[in-house]
């Protein structure tokens, strides 16, 4: 029974880095489009922005991350999950969002510092990133082994193909309409 309880608390974990991730990432885009506001509006949504990037990280989306984690390790040791050959494809991509996570507070520390390395299209396809694999991620574990890899590799560099598309169609829309 304990075994359910940590499951459940772990999806619920995983759903609110997800969301914390996705909306951080929403939030840095907002944050360098600032930089091109007259000066009083930019820098009262820059000091706004860091506020809620502050707030959505340290409350939210670490806190989650660690707590997914720490559910996650449970449950493999508990079903000996790690002697699968799926669980370490898992654990592939987690480890890629464990650095995506990280990748993600260095951004926001430069933010910090007033720093702006990435362009908000550059951030517009990071974002896209933590979709990737979050859905490479939900595919491996309700397939496990049913999953022919190679499907499974086409179907991924096909879904980001689309949506790393969609991404420029996007913006080549804005800047058609902001002319």
């Given at each position: 029974?304990?075994?359910?309880?940590?499951?459940s608390l772990h999806i619920i974990f995983v759903v609110s880095w997800m969301a914390g991730l996705f909306y951080i990432v929403r939030l840095f885009v907002y944050h360098v489009e600032a930089n091109d506001k007259p000066e009083e509006e930019r820098l009262t949504l820059q000091r706004q922005f860091t506020l809620m990037e502050h707030k959505l990280w340290y409350i939210i989306t670490t806190p989650a991350m660690v707590l997914t984690v720490l559910t996650g390790l449970?449950?493999?040791?508990?079903?000996?999950?790690?002697?699968?050959?799926?669980?370490?494809?898992k654990l592939g991509f987690v480890a890629g969002l464990l650095t995506y996570h990280f990748i993600c507070q260095r951004i926001l520390d430069q933010f910090k510092q007033h720093i702006f390395r990435w362009s908000s299209f550059q951030l517009r396809i990071w974002n896209e990133l933590a979709t990737i694999l979050l859905v490479a991620i939900v595919?491996?574990?309700?397939?496990?082994?049913?999953?022919?890899?190679?499907?499974?590799?086409?179907?991924?560099?096909?879904?980001?193909?689309?949506?790393?598309?969609?991404?420029?169609?996007?913006?080549?829309y804005r800047t058609k309409n902001n002319k």
């Open positions: 029974m304990t075994y359910l309880y940590i499951k449970y449950l493999m040791l508990q079903a000996r999950w790690y002697q699968q050959d799926w669980m370490l494809v595919f491996t574990v309700i397939l496990k082994s049913t999953f022919d890899w190679i499907y499974g590799i086409i179907g991924l560099i096909l879904f980001s193909i689309i949506i790393l598309s969609c991404v420029r169609l996007y913006r080549n």
